[in-house]
């Protein structure tokens, strides 16, 4: 089906039911400034995230690859 990052994690629950599906996941934690070369290296189509990486402009514009962004939360700031 395709790849998934969980950069910021992802329970076991989580991955299982990803794989189940079908998807490829990964949840190695990937720096910032090495995301988008990840991303684009590995053909990343999903990523996930939630308070820890950032997900700006200039990185969805660089990867061309990615189809769905995710950001996990309770909705709370």
Known sequence: MGKILANDGISNSGVEALEAMGYEVSTTNVAQVQLENHINENKINVLLVR???TVRKALIDACP????IGRGGVGMD
Do not use: D, N, R, V
């Open 51 to 53: 308070s820890a990486t």
């Open 65 to 68: 690859g990615l189809k769905i």
